[in-house]
């Protein structure tokens, strides 16, 4: 039989124990709201971290998309949504050097410069496609339609480039080759499209297809071309870009040899081998 002692000694472990279970219970309760709190936490956090993205994703797909790829209108088939034509080894229309860099080369057929620009790295350029080692793509313009005594020589003209880019791509880098040797003089009036064909018909296009082009079938995509090489920049031709970056200013690619030297700098062969 316990004395009055013990039963107050018991009594106060008793309560001591109870205060520790309580606490205990407190502590558990305490630690399951704040593990709770971080799981919202978290969970809010991943949500904003989602919509960021998803977000991000958005805007970088909207950036990607060009005038082109609202245009429903007669496109080449070998162009891309920026209205360039890309080259690879054999100089077919559409085809590309795995691996290599890009050169986008912005054009018009009217421009003297362009003509300058061709004469001084046509032949560099050549060897460094065929060899594998660079991927030119052309973007030919139509800025100086004005200088055409009002038969819109550029569009005709880059119309007809087109044309072969599409029905005859193999033929595309030759046909482009001779018409710059055949250039016109600004504020004239340009080639006739019946000349274009001829031009096109002596470097191998068929002459069923040089027969089109006075159906001026891509035009309109050349318009709207030029309108999306201007919104990215580019004001003036000749304009020369490595992989999308413009070319530094110290690059005279209007003397011979300049360009190529610059290019092999980059990676893109080495034309003096």
């Known amino acids: 039989m316990s004395t009055p002692k013990q039963s107050a000694k ?27 709190s971080r799981n919202i936490l978290i969970g809010v956090l991943g949500g904003i971290v989602v919509l960021v993205v998803a977000v991000g994703i958005v805007i970088w797909s909207q950036s990607q998309r060009t005038l082109l790829d ?44 362009c ?73 004239t009036a340009g080639l006739s499209d019946e000349e274009m064909a001829a031009i096109a018909v002596e470097v191998g296009v068929p002459q069923s297809v040089a027969d089109t082009f006075s159906a001026g079938t891509y035009n309109e995509w050349v318009g709207v071309g030029t309108s999306q090489a201007n919104r990215e ?16 200013e110290t690059v005279n690619y209007y003397n011979a040899g300049a360009l190529a030297a610059y290019l092999t700098e980059q990676g893109a062969g080495d034309v003096s081998e």
């Open 10 to 36: 018991q009594t106060k472990d008793a309560r001591r124990e109870a205060a520790r279970a309580q606490a205990e219970k407190m502590r558990r309760a305490q630690d399951a709201r704040e593990k709770r």
């Open 233 to 248: 920049g580019v004001r003036g031709t000749p304009t020369v870009k490595i992989d999308g970056d413009n070319l530094p």
């Open 70 to 113: 609202a245009f429903d209108g007669n496109a080449p088939s070998t162009a891309d949504n920026h209205a360039g034509i890309t080259v690879g080894a054999e100089g077919e229309a559409g085809t590309v050097n795995d691996g290599a860099p890009v050169m986008q080369v912005y054009v018009d057929f009217m421009c003297p410069y």
């Open 115 to 187: 003509g300058d620009f061709e004469e001084a790295n046509a032949a560099d350029l050549e060897e460094l496609r065929a060899a594998g080692d660079l991927t030119v793509t052309y973007h030919i313009m139509s800025n100086l339609d004005q200088l055409s005594q009002g038969t819109n020589f550029s569009t005709r003209a880059a119309n007809a480039a087109a044309t072969v880019a599409n029905d005859s791509p193999e033929h595309f880098v030759a046909f482009v080759e001779a018409m710059f040797v055949n250039q016109p003089e600004e504020n």
